[in-house]
């Protein structure tokens, strides 16, 4: 499990392309797409600058009324998959 003290942020060479109120992005190196819901797109949206994984689940806390240890088990396993792909460094 990822540590919520940890800085997170979106790798330079993947790009999102927004469809209605979901996104897709796109890994230039490998070529692959990676489909995102809605709370997904916000969670890419808001790793437009580097954060620690607490801000974002504090600033998610903020626009979804969700129990917080909820939210931050959720935005882990969304990040650990990220960094799966090799989409997001942490730090």
Same mark, same amino acid.
């Given at each position: 499990? /990822?540590? &919520?003290?940890?800085?997170?942020?979106? =790798?330079?060479?993947?790009?999102?392309?927004? $469809?209605? *109120? +979901?996104?897709?992005?796109?890994?230039?190196?490998?070529?692959?797409?990676?489909?995102?819901?809605?709370?997904?797109?916000? /969670?890419? &949206?808001?790793?437009?600058?580097?954060? =620690?994984?607490?801000?974002?689940?504090?600033? $998610?806390? *903020? +626009?979804?009324?969700?129990?917080?240890?909820?939210?931050?088990?959720?935005?882990?396993?969304?990040?650990?998959?990220?960094?799966?792909?090799?989409?997001?460094?942490?730090?």
């Amino acid at each position: 499990m /990822i540590d &919520t003290t940890r800085t997170v942020s979106a =790798r330079a060479d993947v790009t999102m392309a927004d $469809l209605d *109120d +979901e996104a897709v992005l796109l890994d230039v190196v490998t070529g692959h797409y990676f489909g995102l819901n809605p709370v997904g797109r916000r /969670i890419w &949206t808001l790793l437009d600058q580097p954060r =620690r994984i607490e801000e974002l689940v504090d600033a $998610l806390a *903020d +626009e979804y009324e969700v129990p917080r240890a909820d939210l931050q088990r959720d935005v882990v396993a969304f990040l650990e998959r990220l960094h799966t792909k090799g989409l997001i460094t942490l730090s």
